[in-house]
């Protein structure tokens, strides 16, 4: 049934997409644009969304909501999105443990159908960034789960996607205190936000003057924290 399902999602996907843009394209194309959604169905379990397209939750607490990193160390969410041009883009946060934004990031990549090298593709560009702030404590959250388990795994990946996983097991290493880790896509959504948006405005950055659009996204993640007393 959840094959099922994805497969209608994929198809679903490409005709309502090629229908909006006004264009036509041969079989084989449609059916390639279908895949790819199939893949990113997937890998981000996108089921309960077309269920119910136009529901979103409103209960905020822990295990839905964004947490902010311990005192003194810093995170960094990032997310993958593929562009109706075929472009991966990638969209970064990076934030203090109060909820405050440092800063936000767009990157983009020249199309890939790997929904996985996608989501590598963010994981690679967060490292970069990271290192030329000079950072060192810094948490790395992913919605990509697969992604996520290769860094922590000891076998070698032997992929296209396995060199960014050794990059990032480098950093790792030489930065001790610092971490990957997977979360929902829920948990996610300020970076999925900023992924969508890097369509209109890739590779840029903000620091510390975040963009308007973006801001209440990063505001109701920091809405959901609970104040920590200076005397814990």
């Not at 997409?17 to 990113?40: C, H, R, W």
């Not at 890998?43 to 077309?50: K, N, R, S, T, Y």
Request: glycine residues 6%; hydrophobic residues 40%.
């Amino acid at each position: 049934m959840e094959k099922i399902t994805a497969i209608t999602y994929g198809i679903w996907y490409a005709r309502n997409m090629l229908v909006f843009q006004n264009k036509y394209l041969p079989p084989q194309d449609i059916g390639s644009t279908a895949l790819n959604q199939i893949q990113e169905y997937q890998l981000h379990g996108f089921e309960q969304q077309i269920q119910n397209p136009c529901v979103r939750t409103k209960v905020c607490n822990n295990d839905i909501s964004w947490s902010p990193p311990p005192r003194g160390t810093l995170k960094i969410n990032v997310d993958a999105h593929l562009s109706s041009d075929g472009h991966w883009l990638t969209g970064m946060v990076l934030r203090r443990s109060d909820g405050s934004a440092i800063g936000v990031a767009t990157r983009a990549h020249k199309g890939n159908a790997d929904v996985i090298t996608g989501e590598a593709f963010g994981l690679m560009d967060a490292i970069e960034w990271i290192e030329r702030m000079g950072e060192r404590k810094v948490i790395f959250e992913l919605d990509a789960q697969i992604v996520v388990n290769a860094v922590k795994e000891k076998s070698v990946i032997r992929r296209s996607w396995g060199c960014i996983t050794r990059r990032c097991k480098t950093f790792l290493q030489n930065n001790p205190n610092s971490s990957i880790e997977w979360v929902p896509r829920v948990k996610n959504r300020t970076a999925h936000e900023i992924a969508i948006w890097a369509e209109s405005e890739p590779n840029k950055e903000w620091i510390d003057n975040i963009p308007p659009c973006i801001l209440p996204f990063i505001q109701k993640d920091k809405g959901n924290i609970t104040p920590v007393s200076v005397f814990d």
